[in-house]
């Protein structure tokens, strides 16, 4: 399993609206410069957390992003998922496989799916700031 840069920036941009929590709403242009990322890419990862409820948004000169709840109560798992999509070491554990009922690996990449999705339930977002 690799975590790709959706998964990543949708991290940073909860990250810095955590960081900056009870300041109102933050634009996306401040994040990007902040943490040093394409505009164009954030864009993509605030609709998808947007979307998912995750965040608040409003438009306008004072709009921005903003958390939906407090930063304890995100897991990074759901930020993750939300960025990714699915967390699954191997795509078999995703879309199923017809030699599920015989491979050999597939107890492996059960378990190791176990524990990467129980230390990411595990942490908070506020763990992290």
Do not use: W
């Not at 004072?62 to 999509?85: C, F, H, M, Q």
């Amino acid at each position: 399993m690799m975590i790709t840069t959706k998964g990543r920036n949708a991290l940073k941009v909860m990250i810095d609206l955590a960081q900056h929590e009870g300041e109102g709403y933050v634009s996306l242009a401040d994040i990007a410069e902040r943490q040093k990322e394409s505009l164009k890419y954030l864009e993509t990862s605030a609709a998808q957390l947007s979307s998912a409820g995750l965040v608040l948004s409003a438009r306008g000169k004072s709009g921005g992003y903003k958390l939906a709840k407090p930063a304890s109560e995100y897991r990074v798992s759901d930020i993750l998922l939300t960025g990714e999509g699915s967390l699954a070491p191997v795509s078999c554990l995703i879309s199923g496989c017809e030699n599920s009922g015989t491979c050999m690996t597939l107890p492996l990449f059960k378990e190791l799916d176990e524990v990467i999705m129980n230390f990411l339930n595990s942490k908070t977002l506020k763990d992290l700031i």
